[in-house]
T-cell receptor, first 114, second 111 residues
Framework: DSGVTQTPKHLITATGQRVTLRCSPRSGDLSVYWYQQSLDQGLQFLIQYYNGEERAKGNILERFSAQQFPDLHSELNLSSLELGDSALYFC?????????????FGPGTRLTVL | AQSVTQLDSQVPVFEEAPVELRCNYSSSVSVYLFWYVQYPNQGLQLLLKYLSGSTLVKGINGFEAEFNKSQTSFHLRKPSVHISDTAEYFCAVTRDDKIIFGKGTRLHILP
């Protein structure tokens, strides 16, 4: 158990819909990272937040957005869903160690878009 | 731009045999290196990391990796694998707060 929690574990929805994925980082970790994992694209970094502020952006679509709240939990919002958005979405929380974050991953949310 | 190459997409190995999963990175500056494992239907779990110091890094579950700066490699090894090591293994490199993952290597343990 990494100490990172994600809800829900599974999500099934239809094209065009909007969903929100939630992540709670490990106690004391200030960074939250979001990733998408699919069979064809592999593990793709989406976005990072640090103490409430956006820190880095990866391959995140404009239809997707995220935020980190004062209690440090984070939400990833996916809108106008398409079939290709079906994937595993992971969040990771990061702790600074000798100049870099070590990331600890949550169990993931499996999103299925029908 | 830095990148991570995992040379083998799949590695079959017999139970109790040794295994090496290869990882090469491209960077002309100092990097931080990680190996993660993903068991079926689970998230990624940190196996080990190299941040500084000794180039031989020991991780969980009997795995170790050696940082080789001249060959820009960070290969993962285990002297004797078990069926429970069946998983996908990801090498990752960070620099300037950006982490890049390799495409992963599936380890198949043969009975």
């Amino acid at each position: 158990d990494s100490g990172v929690t994600q809800t829900p574990k599974h999500l099934i929805t239809a094209t065009g819909q909007r969903v929100t994925l939630r992540c709670s980082p490990r106690s004391g970790d200030l960074s939250v990272y979001w990733y998408q994992q699919s069979l064809d694209q592999g593990l793709q970094f989406l976005i990072q937040y640090y103490n409430g502020e956006e820190r880095a952006k990866g391959n995140i679509l404009e239809r997707f957005s995220a935020q980190q709240f004062p209690d440090l939990h984070s939400e990833l919002n996916l809108s106008s869903l398409e079939l290709g958005d079906s994937a595993l979405y992971f969040c990771a929380s990061g702790r600074l160690d000798r100049g870099t974050d070590t990331q600890y991953f949550g169990p993931g949310t499996r999103l299925t878009v029908l | 731009a830095q990148s991570v190459t995992q040379l083998d997409s799949q590695v079959p190995v017999f139970e109790e045999a040794p295994v090496e999963l290869r990882c090469n990175y491209s960077s002309s500056v100092s990097v931080y290196l990680f190996w993660y494992v993903q068991y079926p239907n689970q998230g990624l779990q940190l196996l080990l990391k190299y941040l500084s110091g000794s180039t031989l890094v020991k991780g969980i579950n009997g795995f170790e990796a050696e940082f080789n700066k001249s060959q820009t490699s960070f290969h993962l090894r285990k002297p004797s694998v078990h069926i429970s090591d069946t998983a996908e293994y990801f090498c990752a490199v960070t620099r300037d707060d950006k982490i890049i993952f390799g495409k992963g290597t599936r380890l198949h343990i043969l009975p």
